[in-house]
């Protein structure tokens, strides 16, 4: 058993090491790993109008977390250890699949639905609710 990678990158030089087919596999698959989770973390938020970069942090932050909580419970699998550069390829993982979709994905749900707006002729703050029904007055019974 090998002991604990704590060294950033010293995983991914080895890798480099054994040729690029190879280094190619492991560090695409140290992407790829956690990379859906950068679009369908700001997906399910369901905001197309909110900051950029505030949703990037967001997204690499909960990417870097579980990547951490994960790293730690394969502590207590026998034969697994922590690898610092696991973690790192997970988190840019998330915030290149983020910076890869979601804001084409927003832009084109941004356009949807200012083109919904124009065809119902609603103003913006009406297209997520409707419009307020109202109710006729009814005289009060004497």
Do not use: K
Request: glycine share 10%; aromatic share 2%.
């Amino acid at each position: 058993m090998s002991p604990a990678n704590l060294r950033p990158f010293a995983g991914i030089r080895a890798d480099l090491a054994l040729g690029w087919p190879e280094a190619a596999h492991r560090i695409g698959a140290g992407l790829a790993l956690l990379a859906p989770l950068g679009v369908l973390l700001p997906m399910v938020h369901g905001r197309l109008a909110g900051s950029p970069l505030a949703s990037l942090a967001r997204s690499v932050a909960a990417g870097a977390l579980l990547s951490l909580a994960i790293e730690l419970l394969q502590t207590g699998v026998p034969g697994q250890v922590v690898d610092i550069d696991s973690i790192l390829l997970n988190t840019v993982g998330v915030g290149l699949a983020h910076l890869a979709v979601v804001p084409l994905v927003r832009s084109v749900l941004r356009r949807r639905a200012e083109t919904r707006v124009r065809a119902a002729g609603l103003r913006p703050e009406e297209l997520s609710q409707g419009r307020t029904p109202t109710i006729p007055r009814v005289g009060m019974a004497p």
